[in-house]
């Protein structure tokens, strides 16, 4: 979906970097020591907020088309769920169940794309960004029903008192991983649009290729980095 949508890094990496400011990688650390309850709430509030202002930008200045946004939407809210609820899992060092979930995503998503391509073929009709989009969305959500009757189990409803500096906190330590993230995506589409313009198309589709596997690599090193 990523060369689907947009050339180089896509605007779906570009939310999830957003909502991950509160939450995420420094879920982990503090769920052993703070309310889970408040953590979720927080981390919630944040990733809708974070993905309607995305989203809104994102269709106000036309770089995702109008027919896009809905699906796109559905898309980023299940995956921020999703997300925020493994990260609770690693906190709780439930490890077992988060390889479960991550592999599970993965196996959904190439099935789905499997199947998808191949009834296309056997219609011979090309393939559409809805049938990724769909194919994204189905392979987050029934992971993420797994994990909010993890949720449900794992956590028990509390007061909301001092969660003002939990919030202080949680951005303390979300803010300048995603920093560097946001960093970096920018930094390759800023070099997409020079290699573009002074190079041409296909040295382009070299450098987004590098830049998709050392991507990739950041991702194993970094788990925050989804």
Partial sequence: ITHVLDPGQ????????????????????????????QLLILSYSWAI??????????????????????LLAILTFIYSIYNIHVRVMQGKEDIRLFNILQLSQAVLLILCLTVSIG?????????????YLYAFILSY????????????????RTNLSHIGSLLKEMFKFG???QLANLTQ???YRINYY???GFIGRKP?????????RNGEADKRGNPSVE
């Fill in 49 to 70: 907020i974070s993905n309607c202002a995305g989203l809104f930008l994102l269709y106000a200045l036309h770089l995702v088309p109008s027919e896009y946004i809905f």
């Fill in 204 to 212: 382009l589709g070299v450098y987004e290729l590098k830049g998709y």
């Fill in 141 to 156: 959500l029934i992971p993420a029903i797994v994990s909010c009757l993890y949720i449900i189990r794992k956590v028990r």
């Fill in 194 to 196: 020079i290699i573009e």
């Fill in 119 to 131: 009834i296309c073929r056997w219609r011979s009709i090309p393939p559409t960004i809805h049938l």
């Fill in 185 to 187: 995506i920018l930094t």
């Fill in 10 to 37: 896509s605007h779906l990496t570009l939310l999830q970097v957003l909502s991950e400011f509160v939450g995420s990688s420094s879920l982990v650390y503090l769920v052993p020591q703070k309310d889970n309850y």
């Fill in 175 to 177: 803010f300048w991983t």
